[in-house]
């Protein structure tokens, strides 16, 4: 039994994707008791007013369900032209719609892999940026930026580098410490 979840979040479809790869080797440096599930955004429609009028699309309820659920949320983001992937801004979209705020008060830590050189640098300053209306509080240290995601990845689907699974190690123990802080920080807010 796990005594935290993380809810890990692609921001790529792609069936070879870097990002759900990162997830994938991430999952095997989670601290003990400390369970990561991915969540890849393929059933999330385009946003579409006319659609929301008609109520809340069953997998958008989904996704803010299981935001809901989780301890913490592990955003792992692409970066397309300098931003972060259409894809994660549609279901950040949508996310900000479903209702219940999902993502206040969350604990939630941004990760990227790009073949790049710079890793989603620039994307991921888009998305801390987006997840300020959120209200979400945003993990500063450590950052993940994984360049050069070709080479990042070994047959197995872990990380060839000792130093990438250490910094993705700390990052995930980092998150989860910044969980436990802000649900402290609740109980004694609520009295409880
Ligand atoms: C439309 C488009 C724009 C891209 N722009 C960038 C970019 O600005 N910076 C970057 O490092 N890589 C860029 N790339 C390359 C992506 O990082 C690469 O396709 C990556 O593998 C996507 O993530 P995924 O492997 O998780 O699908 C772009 C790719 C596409 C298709």
């Given at each position: ?45 385009l ?11 069953a ?11 989780a ?26 719609r479903?209702g ?14 790009s ?21 979400a509080?945003v ?6 930026m994984?360049?050069k995601?070709?080479?990042a990845?070994?047959?197995a689907?872990?990380f060839?580098?000792e ?8 990052q ?21």
């Amino acid at each position: 039994m796990f005594s935290m979840h993380i809810l890990g979040i692609s921001g790529s479809l792609r069936t070879g994707s870097y990002n759900t790869k990162a997830l994938k080797a991430a999952q095997a440096l989670a601290p003990t008791g400390v369970g990561l599930d991915i969540y890849v955004l393929h059933d999330i429609p385009l946003y579409n007013a006319d659609v929301e009028k008609e109520g809340i699309p069953a997998s958008v309820a989904a996704l803010r369900d299981a935001v809901v659920a989780a301890d913490a949320v592990l955003i792992c983001t692409p970066e397309y032209n300098y931003s972060v992937s259409g894809v994660l801004k549609n279901a950040l979209d949508w996310l900000s719609r479903a209702g219940g705020k999902p993502l206040e008060g969350k604990a939630v830590a941004i990760m990227g892999a790009s073949p790049g050189q710079l890793g989603t640098v620039r994307a991921q300053y888009h998305l801390r940026q987006m997840l300020v209306h959120f209200n979400a509080p945003v993990l500063n240290s450590p950052e993940v930026m994984i360049a050069k995601a070709h080479e990042a990845f070994d047959e197995a689907g872990a990380f060839t580098s000792e130093q990438t699974a250490a910094i993705v190690q700390r990052q995930l123990q980092a998150l989860v410490d910044f969980a436990g802080l802000l649900e402290r920080g609740k109980a004694t807010a609520s009295g409880s």
